[in-house]
Nanobody
Framework: QVQLVESGGGSVQAGGSLRLSCAVS????????IGWFRQAPGKEREFVAA????????RTGDSVKGRFTISRDNAKNTSFLQMISLKPEETAVYYC?????????????????WGKGTLVTVSA
């Protein structure tokens, strides 16, 4: 079993930055692709970013391109989502998810394990 725990959420003003962390335990991160998703109040969960299990490929959603960066540190068994220039409409619960030998799929169904999420609130 793989457990994922997100952290780093909080409140920030529009234009601010946050770095989210996803700590993985139970299995080495090195064989898992990681995806970040978010769910705003009253909306469906949407893809944010993904990094392949090799770390060689990344993908970001169109709405966050150029502002969000996904990375991984296998030695720390942690993935990161660096977010800059945050907007109020990006207020959401942010989730990380893992897939064994995963690529950069945007599809939630491709993910095997999920964290419980961390809340990001962006005020105007």
């Amino acid at each position: 079993q793989v457990q994922l725990v997100e952290s780093g959420g909080g409140s920030v003003q529009a234009g601010g930055s946050l770095r989210l962390s996803c700590a993985v335990s139970g299995r080495p991160l090195s064989t898992y692709g990681i995806g970040w998703f978010r769910q705003a109040p009253g909306k469906e969960r949407e893809f944010v970013a993904a990094i392949s299990w090799t770390g060689g490929s990344t993908r970001t959603g169109d709405s966050v391109k150029g502002r969000f960066t996904i990375s991984r540190d296998n030695a720390k068994n942690t993935s990161f989502l660096q977010m800059i220039s945050l907007k109020p409409e990006e207020t959401a619960v942010y989730y990380c998810a893992a897939a064994r030998f995963g690529g950069v799929s945007q599809n939630e169904a491709a993910m095997e394990y999920w964290g419980k999420g961390t809340l990001v609130t962006v005020s105007a």
